[in-house]
C-alpha cells in the first residue's frame, strides 16, 4: 500500500518538450506539495496545495504548472524544457495534525 | 521565515555505536514542528520522526530519538546501535502551523557512513 505514489521515476526527454509527472496519496491528507532536489541534494519547495488551492507558489518559471484535480492528487506539468529543470522532484503530502509528511519516490528528470 | 542549520556535511560513525547528528533551527512562529527524513543511495525520502514544539517530552521512534532543546533551538537526531543499512544522507526539516508556513524547510543534510 504505497502511501504517496508519483510517476514516473525516471523520466529522460529532449530540451522544448513539455513533460507532467503525476502524485497520488491514499492518507486522506489535504495538502501535498511539489519539492525540486538539485544536484547539491537541496530540497526546495515548489508548490503547495489545500484542499486543491494553490498556498504555496514559490519563484519557479511559469513553465511549471501544478494541477490538483482533488485532494488526493497533484500533478505537475512542465512546458518548453530546459537543460536547467534537470533535478530529482518529489511530491509529498502532511495532514492537519501537521505531525507527519510522506514523500513519493521521487522523478529522476534528465534533459538532454 | 525559517531557518535550518546543519553543520556536518559528513559523519562516520562505527557499527553498532551511538552518533548525533547536529540540527539548528530559527522561527518567529511559536508553533512549529520539527522533522528527521534519510535519504539513502536509492534516493527515497523517509521519514523518521517528529517533534512538536509544544511536546514536554523528546520523540523516539525504535533506534531512532529526537534530542529537542528548545531554548538553544536545537533538535539533534540521536542513533542508537547504528548498523551499516544506517548509511544514508540525513536532513532536518521544520514546519510552521498555518498559510505559507505550512511547508517543509530543510537544512542541507548530513552524509552518515557507519563503518564496520
Known amino acids: 500500500d504505497t502511501a504517496v505514489s508519483q510517476t514516473p521515476k525516471y523520466l529522460v526527454t529532449q530540451m522544448g518538450n513539455d513533460k507532467s509527472i503525476k502524485c497520488e496519496q491514499n492518507?486522506?491528507?489535504?495538502?501535498m506539495y511539489w519539492y525540486k532536489q538539485d544536484s547539491k541534494k537541496f530540497l526546495k519547495i515548489m508548490f503547495s496545495?489545500?484542499?486543491?488551492?494553490?498556498?504555496i507558489n514559490e519563484t519557479v518559471p511559469n513553465r511549471f504548472s501544478p494541477k490538483s484535480p482533488d485532494k488526493a492528487h497533484l500533478n505537475l506539468h512542465i512546458n518548453s524544457l530546459e537543460l536547467g529543470d534537470s533535478a530529482v522532484y518529489f511530491c509529498?503530502?502532511?495532514?492537519?495534525?501537521?505531525?507527519?509528511?510522506?514523500f513519493g519516490q521521487g522523478t529522476r528528470l534528465t534533459v538532454v | 521565515a525559517q531557518k535550518i542549520t546543519q553543520t556536518q556535511p559528513g559523519m562516520f560513525v562505527q557499527e553498532k555505536e551511538a552518533v548525533t547528528l547536529d540540527c539548528t533551527y530559527d522561527?518567529?512562529?511559536?508553533?512549529?514542528?520539527l522533522f528527521w527524513y534519510k535519504q539513502p543511495s536509492s534516493g527515497e525520502m523517509i521519514f523518521l520522526i517528529y517533534?512538536?514544539?509544544?511536546?514536554?517530552q523528546n520523540a523516539t521512534e525504535g533506534r531512532y530519538s529526537l534530542n529537542f532543546q528548545k531554548a538553544r533551538k536545537s533538535a539533534n537526531l540521536v542513533i542508537s546501535a547504528s548498523q551499516l543499512g544506517d548509511s544514508a544522507m540525513y536532513f532536518c526539516?521544520?514546519?510552521?502551523?498555518?498559510?505559507?508556513?505550512?511547508?517543509?524547510?530543510f537544512g542541507s543534510g548530513t552524509q552518515l557512513t557507519v563503518l564496520p
Open positions: 509529498a503530502s502532511n495532514g492537519r495534525l501537521n505531525t507527519e509528511a510522506f
Open positions: 492518507l486522506g491528507h489535504d495538502t
Open positions: 496545495y489545500n484542499n486543491k488551492e494553490l498556498i
Open positions: 522561527t518567529s512562529d511559536p508553533s512549529y514542528g
Open positions: 517533534q512538536g514544539s509544544y511536546d514536554q
Open positions: 526539516a521544520m514546519m510552521g502551523t498555518s498559510g505559507s508556513a505550512r511547508q517543509l524547510t
